[in-house]
């Protein structure tokens, strides 16, 4: 399965040169971009890994690429998104986040069904992933 | 915003043309002392309703009406009886004035305009004290408003067609339970629209077959589905089936894609309590949205928005029934008027129209209610419709809907006409598509997503949306063939609303 999580999960993996675009768009906006990364891709998991801190008063997206190819030297099976956040008043929160990295292979989740009173039915998601230990989980 | 723009209501002065200038505003005719409340009846200019010198206080709450007198009634008279019959007076002088305050409860008509290119027609500014007003209750506000003057004989027609709302009084609601940066959050969702769909048919889905829908339409790629306004708990689906079938259909959704998804549940019932037991209901099954129509009522809506802020959910409103009031421009309330009131009632979610779709909206209209939504400040814009600057003290933003008639072909001006921070929702252009409702979805998703990355890299999205979408066409044969069936669809009529000013082009210095 493909996790579609983030802006641009329906295209085609974007291409480092697509990144950078998107990545210049979040600078110009005056947002700062935030690499993080995890083994963990359950739709609640907010907080992924971060590596380093958001890239505050950068100009060039050179900058995000360069630490981004740090990041896949590290990470490279795991799933890496770019997250830009926005700090004027009435946002502070992400504006742009999307998925630019993920592992050879997307195992995906499983939905167990808990059979309650009456006909509810509690859900959990859990990710197929996950049953290893952290680290270990994508080969 | 410079500090003085809260102090004085902003009335624009630019829009009088020498034709306008007429004596209308020239003195204030009320009398005063022992003569004012001689028995009998008196013309509401001469009891203190119109009082042309009167300056606006910062908390006072203004209302600008579009006023039609009858033949021969006096444009002032009919304005000044407008104040009159939204405030304290009645049809004849009552001694029981002299007990209270009366100048005070009085509105005051201060201004009465020609509408321009509209022979019969006067623009009425009205300022009410903020002492008129229960705090919080868009039920109060309403009655006081709109409660008695638009049947009122000596006129032919009359309009609501913006409110000022002073922060005094906005900082006494609860304001969007979710607001969009939390919906977003929660969702985890940024940078684009999000994307919906309405199940279709809206009637005789039993709730196996309806959850089939919602299911298809989630894990094609769309973040929300809907029920639609009419769909409460009929013969052929009891509410809890819905419910029940439709919550299998999210979390089955959530686990193929790794998303979090959505549907509307649509709680609207004939009680207050019923509605608390659908809601509640939605609650345990793990919904994060729910939905009421606006035929509820202001003050089930208020409950509604209070229910949602202390149970974490999004609170969706679809604006069921309100184009017998909105739509016609002589006559009514405008929604801009109806889009605040909801902001300050507290819902998520609004209808407000997709410019390019099947349903009524002006483009400048349009962009006028989509702003009052979204923004913390609204600069008055009469090109927009915007009479007033609006501040809206940091109250949640409320998230615009558009649907119906809108398709992926048309991503490009939907984009452009409404922005980011919207719902778009392909209902016959999600499960009308020829390959099925996932690949419907798929067209959808693909569509958005192509188009924001072009806009972001500084494309020229709007002239060359339809190659951008050709070009995620060929390596997605669902958006192929969504630009097929649909292609030339398009709902080309004349609007009944629009701004009555348009910007005059200046040249420039």
């Given at each position: 399965m493909r996790i579609t999580q983030g802006c641009f999960s329906f295209l085609p993996d974007l291409t480092d040169e697509q990144i950078s675009r998107q990545v210049q768009y979040c600078l110009e906006q005056g947002w700062a971009v935030n690499i993080e990364f995890t083994d963990d891709p359950h739709p609640r998991n907010n907080f992924w890994e971060m590596w380093g801190l958001p890239m505050f008063d950068l100009r060039d997206a050179a900058g995000v690429m360069m630490e981004l190819n740090e990041c896949r030297k590290v990470y490279g099976n795991s799933y890496i998104r770019l997250s830009a956040f926005d700090s004027s008043h009435g946002w502070e929160s992400v504006r742009l986040s999307f998925i630019v990295n993920r592992p050879k292979e997307e195992p995906g989740f499983r939905l167990d069904r808990h059979e309650v009173a009456g006909r509810n039915i509690r859900y959990t998601t859990s990710s197929y992933a996950a049953d290893r230990p952290e680290g270990r989980r994508y080969g | 915003m410079p500090p003085n723009e809260l102090m004085t209501a902003s009335i624009p002065t630019s829009r009088r043309t020498q034709h306008e200038e007429t004596n209308m505003n020239q003195h204030s005719m009320t009398i005063h002392g022992k003569d004012r409340y001689k028995s009998g009846v008196m013309e509401y200019k001469k009891m203190g309703y119109w009082e042309p010198d009167y300056a606006p206080k910062d908390?006072?709450?203004?209302?600008?009406?579009?006023?039609?007198?009858?033949?021969?009634?006096?444009?002032?008279?009919?304005?000044?009886?407008?104040?009159?019959?939204?405030?304290?007076?009645?049809?004849?002088?009552?001694?029981?004035?002299?007990?209270?305050?009366?100048?005070?409860?009085?509105?005051?008509?201060?201004?009465?305009?020609?509408?321009?290119?509209?022979?019969?027609?006067?623009?009425?500014?009205?300022?009410?004290?903020?002492?008129?007003?229960?705090?919080?209750?868009?039920?109060?506000?309403?009655?006081?408003?709109?409660?008695?003057?638009?049947?009122?004989?000596?006129?032919?027609?009359?309009?609501?067609?913006?409110?000022?709302?002073?922060?005094?009084?906005?900082?006494?609601?609860?304001?969007?339970?979710?607001?969009?940066?939390?919906?977003?959050?929660?969702?985890?969702?940024?940078?684009?629209?999000?994307?919906?769909?309405?199940?279709?048919?809206?009637?005789?889905?039993?709730?196996?077959?309806?959850?089939?829908?919602?299911?298809?339409?989630?894990?094609g790629g769309l973040d929300f589905t809907k029920d639609d306004e009419n769909i409460n708990s009929q013969p052929f689906m009891h509410w809890r089936e819905r419910f029940l079938y439709c919550m299998e259909a999210v979390n089955k959704a959530q686990a193929a894609s790794g998303e979090i998804k959505g549907t509307y549940l649509n709680v609207t019932a004939g009680t207050m309590e019923d509605m608390y037991e659908r809601a509640e209901f939605a609650k345990e099954l793990g919904s994060v949205i729910i939905m009421i129509d606006l035929v509820i009522g202001y003050t089930a809506i208020q409950s509604m928005a209070k229910w949602a802020r202390r149970n974490d959910m999004i609170l969706h409103l679809h604006r069921a029934g309100h184009s017998t009031y909105t739509r016609q421009r002589s006559h009514g309330v405008s929604f801009r008027v109806i889009a605040k009131w909801m902001r300050l009632a507290g819902v998520d979610h609004i209808h407000a129209g997709t410019v390019v779709g099947k349903l009524e909206g002006d483009p400048a209209t349009t962009r006028g209610y989509y702003d009052i939504c979204r923004e913390d400040y609204n600069p008055a814009r009469l090109e927009h419709g915007v009479f007033f600057d609006q501040h809206w003290a940091s109250l949640n933003k409320l998230m615009p809907v558009a649907s119906g008639g809108i398709h992926a072909g048309q991503m490009h001006q939907l984009l452009d006409h409404l922005g980011e921070d919207v719902i778009l929702q392909f209902g016959g252009g999600t499960i009308g598509h020829p390959m099925g409702i996932q690949a419907g979805a798929t067209a959808n998703r693909v569509a958005l997503e192509a188009m924001i990355l072009a806009r972001n890299e500084g494309r020229d999205y709007l002239h060359e949306g339809p190659e951008i979408l050709a070009k995620a066409a060929e390596t997605c044969t669902p958006l192929k063939a969504a630009l097929e069936v649909w292609k030339d669809v398009t709902f080309n009529y004349e609007s009944t609303d629009m701004p009555d000013y348009v910007p005059t082009p200046s040249v420039a210095m």
């Open positions: - | 908390t006072d709450i203004i209302a600008l009406f579009r006023v039609t007198p009858q033949d021969g009634v006096d444009p002032v008279e009919a304005s000044a009886a407008v104040a009159g019959e939204s405030s304290t007076a009645t049809w004849t002088v009552v001694w029981t004035d002299r007990l209270t305050a009366a100048e005070k409860y009085r509105a005051k008509c201060f201004r009465v305009d020609p509408v321009p290119n509209s022979p019969g027609q006067y623009f009425a500014y009205i300022a009410y004290d903020l002492d008129l007003f229960e705090s919080g209750s868009i039920a109060n506000l309403s009655a006081s408003i709109i409660g008695n003057v638009f049947g009122f004989k000596p006129l032919k027609a009359l309009r609501l067609e913006d409110m000022r709302l002073p922060v005094a009084y906005v900082k006494t609601f609860q304001g969007p339970a979710t607001g969009i940066v939390v919906e977003r959050e929660r969702m985890d969702k940024f940078g684009r629209p999000l994307l919906g769909a309405t199940v279709k048919p809206k009637l005789g889905l039993s709730g196996r077959n309806y959850g089939r829908v919602v299911y298809e339409a989630l894990k």
